[in-house]
């Protein structure tokens, strides 16, 4: 069943601001976990932390949100410093991975209660609640215990609660991966309506980066407690700054090679292998490997010279993946292995395992990296 939000005065109260992390540093005893974080978030931006366990992430949404303490840096939101501040006087609300609902009390005492902690008046909280809940489509299911719904449904509710106390900001702490990949899908379009809404910043934490490239307008990819790029998805995913973010966002062709001088320029040569022109600034002997996507390359059937801009490889298929729309062929090209995507379309022959193959790759979409 679809929910969509429905427009509310719920977001009169609420006001975009902007969110910079400057200079933090945070450690457990002698593990260093974050490593000198600057990030600037922009007022009403839907910002991703995004990163493998362990990389950091989750710790710097909860210094954000007052339950951790940096030992250097400072967190400012609106440009006021609240470093020093408890979570309580922060003007943050948070949205924990397990929702954090409490099982005795019905979906209205649920959304209800951070506002009699507050002692809001009974009048003014009756409004809020009922606001929240008409935003998230539960107003019907205001009786039930969490218990009683699905669980997208207790994901609303913790969503209600938080945006209930009119937050500055909202922080998500991977809210989705408790559902079912269908589901999941399904809640991540209804947090961009509501996000775009309440024009309120939120802060999302994943390791899933389809999850970050599909809501989110920027990314700071992280990696052992460092932030590693910041960019939108599609600057991420073509530029990407070093090995580790073309990895972890999309498949990624990775070559080794030796960068010569070749021609009067500068070009990437595998061991005995065709040259692949490089962009200026790139000197022979320079350190590095060379990257590119799987859909960068072309098969070549009509044995006719390369497409204009690209170089001419061959190769031998060692390994193929039907994936619907297209099949994904393991290629060996000189000891090295890559993968192609080629579309498939009703009909189309698949190349069986060990056939021959020759392949165009865009020149210009080849990256090198120097780490």
Known sequence: MNHQFSPTSLAAGMESVGVR??????????????K??????????????????????TTLLRLIAGFNTAQRGAVTIGGRDISGLPAHKRDVGMVFQSYALWPHMTV???????????????????????????????????????????????????????IVIEPKVLLLDEPLSNLDA???????????????????????????????????????????????QVGTP???????????????????????????AVDGGTAFVM??????????????????????????????????????????????VRHREFLGASIRYAVDIGGQQVQVDAPHQAGDALLPTDTPITLDLAADKARFLRR
């Open 271 to 316: 061991g005995g292998g065709v040259p692949i022109p490089l962009p200026h600034g790139v000197e022979p002997g320079a350190e590095g490997k060379l990257m590119f996507r799987p859909q960068n390359l072309f098969i070549r059937q009509d044995g006719g010279p390369p497409r204009a801009g690209h170089v001419r490889l061959m190769g031998v």
């Open 234 to 260: 599609q600057e991420l995913y073509d530029h990407p700054a070093n090995l580790f973010v073309a990895g972890f966002l999309g498949t990624a062709n990775v070559l080794e090679g030796q960068v010569r």
């Open 21 to 34: 992390i400057d200079g933090v540093d945070l450690s457990y005893g002698s593990h260093r976990v974050l």
């Open 108 to 162: 209205r005492r649920n959304v209800a209660f951070g506002l009699e902690e507050r002692r809001v008046p009974r009048a003014e909280i009756e409004r809020r609640v009922d606001a929240a809940l008409d935003l998230v489509g539960l107003k019907h299911l205001a009786d039930r215990r969490p218990s009683q719904l699905s669980g997208g449904q207790q994901q609303r509710v913790a969503l209600a609660r938080t």
């Open 36 to 57: 000198d974080i600057h990030l600037d978030i922009r007022p009403g931006e839907f910002f991703a932390f995004l990163g493998p366990s362990g990389c950091g992430k």
């Open 182 to 228: 269908k589901l999941r899908v399904q809640m991540r379009q209804e947090l961009l309506s509501l996000q775009r809404k309440l024009g309120l910043t939120t802060i999302f934490v994943t390791h899933d980066q389809e999850e970050a490239n599909t809501i989110c307008d920027r990314i700071a990819v992280m990696e052992d407690g460092i932030v590693q």
